[in-house]
Structures are given as structure tokens and as C-alpha cells.
């Protein structure tokens, strides 16, 4: 075989080989969605997501390598293979499952609502918000952001590209309500959010996060559904859970 010819065969064969032969997992992943990936005071990655890549990559034998990426571009990111995974908080939706292959869920989430201060009269849940005299906000390219525009298609809608920045703009009274995920809306609210703005914590939708990769892998993706089944069963799934969840 020539070198070229060797290199498209390699390229072409799981996922997996390229990751032994090089000692490295490379995770794509984007900070600031708490609590699965956030950047510390040093400036070191931390969080569920991490955490999970970290016990992911020793399981492999492997380097964890974190490669921060843009959500909104995240899934053209990993058909360009910048990365091997997309471990970062990501809803398997049927629309992204046409362009890329999810593992088995490894938690479930849904959409919540941060509500403006003295709105929670009016606003009971997020149906009252179909209404063309709210402005409501999510960050770019989320479910957040598709939940807002399905189901408050009356509303007025505002983009922001970080979720901290939509979350904020409703603690400052600038939009009326922040759609999104409910870990990252609860932390937010813990932190920053009492008695400043009111949080409407049950989920509407039905968000199942879970790993993702290219399609045409099924040894990755064999070799990914048993790490979770193994980590769930053997504590440390549950470890790295307490760990995120209830500290
Ligand atoms: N679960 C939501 C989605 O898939 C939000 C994920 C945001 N993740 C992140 N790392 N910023 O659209």
C-alpha cells in the first residue's frame, strides 16, 4: 500500500484505530453550560461532560484532549473531523440524528423558563408566553432556541451566542424570559437568580443528551453504549453524577 493509500484506509476504518494509534481522544465540547462544561478560575475545563471524557479516555488507554467549539457549529465540526466525539450537553433530536449518530442517552433533561421579575402573576407556564407582547430568549442553535420559536411562535424571539448573556438579560430586565435546558437554568438561578427572577423549573420538552459521532461507526458506537452500560452499574457514573449534581 502506498503512504496515501494507508492513510485513506485508516481514515476510513472506526474511529476507535485512529484514537489508539494516535494516544488521543479528542472531545468537542463548548464551556459555559453548566454544570457539564465550564471553565474554572485557572482555566481548566471541569464538569459532568469532562469528567465523563476524562473516565472515557482511561477506559481507552488514552490522552482526554479537549477541543473548545462553538455549539451553533459543533456538529459541522465533527463531519470536518476536527474532533473524534461530541460530548457537550447535546438533546438528540431527530433533525441532528440525520446528520450524525447519538450513543445510548446518558441523562435526560428538558426546557425550563427563567421569567422577569414580576411576570410570575401572568405567566403560569410556558404557553402563557405565546403572546406577541413578550420578547423570549435562548442561545443560538439549541433546542432552547427551537422550543421558543414551536412553541412561542407569537412572541418575540432574541438569539444570544452565549447562555450566560440570554440568562442575564432576564435578571437585568432586558427580555422577559430565557428558554433552556433545566440543569443550566436551576444553577443559574441558585447563583445568581434569587428573588431576582422567577424560575418555572418543570420541563416541557423531553431532552435526551448523549454522545455523538459520524455515522458509518458502529464499532465507536458498540464500544460507547458499553462503557455507559458499564459505568452506570459499577458506580462510577453515580461518583461523577453526585460529584456535578448534588454539591
Ligand atoms: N441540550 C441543548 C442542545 O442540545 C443545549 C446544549 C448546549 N451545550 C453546550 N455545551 N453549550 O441544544
Given at each position: ?46 464538569g459532568f461532560d469532562i469528567a465523563l471524557a476524562k473516565e472515557m479516555a482511561k ?189
Amino acid at each position: 500500500l502506498s503512504a496515501q493509500a494507508a492513510d485513506i484506509e485508516l481514515a476510513q476504518k472506526s474511529t476507535l484505530e485512529r484514537i489508539l494509534k494516535s494516544g488521543e481522544l479528542r472531545v468537542g465540547f463548548d464551556p459555559g453550560y453548566m454544570p457539564f462544561e465550564m471553565t474554572d478560575t485557572k482555566g481548566r475545563y471541569v464538569g459532568f461532560d469532562i469528567a465523563l471524557a476524562k473516565e472515557m479516555a482511561k477506559s481507552m488507554g488514552v490522552k482526554f484532549v479537549p477541543v473548545n467549539t462553538d455549539f451553533d457549529g459543533i456538529i459541522p465540526a465533527l463531519l470536518t473531523k476536527k474532533f473524534d466525539i461530541i460530548i457537550s450537553g447535546i438533546t438528540v433530536t431527530q433533525e441532528r440524528n440525520l446528520q450524525i449518530n447519538f450513543s445510548d442517552p446518558y441523562i435526560v433533561v428538558g426546557q425550563t423558563i427563567l421569567l422577569r421579575k414580576g411576570l410570575e402573576e401572568e405567566v403560569e407556564s410556558y404557553r402563557d408566553l405565546n403572546d406577541g407582547q413578550y420578547t423570549v430568549a435562548s442561545r443560538l442553535g439549541t433546542t432552547g432556541e427551537m422550543a421558543a420559536k414551536r412553541y412561542m411562535p407569537k412572541a418575540d424571539y432574541k438569539s444570544y451566542e452565549k447562555e450566560a448573556d440570554g440568562a442575564l438579560e432576564v435578571l437585568n430586565g432586558q427580555v422577559d424570559a430565557f428558554v433552556y435546558d433545566l440543569p443550566f437554568n436551576a444553577i443559574f438561578n441558585a447563583q445568581q437568580g434569587k428573588g431576582k427572577v422567577a424560575f418555572l423549573d418543570e420541563p416541557f420538552t423531553y431532552e435526551p443528551l448523549a454522545f455523538g459521532i459520524r455515522k458509518g461507526d458502529p464499532d465507536f458506537l458498540n464500544w460507547l453504549n458499553n462503557f455507559l452500560r458499564q459505568i452506570k452499574n459499577d458506580g462510577r457514573y453515580d461518583r461523577i453524577y453526585d460529584k456535578w449534581f448534588n454539591s
